[in-house]
């Protein structure tokens, strides 16, 4: 009796294009390495920002929470006082 012929190369194109296929979908299915995530308070690395001007007239950025904790000196100060505290006149 005549025996088939044997294959020399088992893995055929035809039987490498699904394996390949399934490789490239790999990254999409979510089997890749997953990045370290640092746990993090929104409150600790947000920290929002006041913008006030000094008496020399330049710009400074304050946060928030320590103009909380301020001391108010004058409150309500007119627009005569207020352009003498920046050396201009009025």
Known sequence: MAQPPK??????RRGLLP???TTLLLPFLGFSKEEKKTSMKKNEGEEQYETL?????TI???K???L?????VKKN?????FLKWLDKKS
């Open 7 to 12: 294959k020399d190369n088992p893995i055929s």
């Open 19 to 21: 394996l390949l296929g």
């Open 53 to 57: 001007l000094k008496p020399d007239g």
């Open 60 to 62: 400074v950025k304050v």
């Open 64 to 66: 928030v929470n320590t």
């Open 68 to 72: 909380k904790k301020s001391k108010v």
């Open 77 to 81: 100060i007119p627009n005569s006082t």
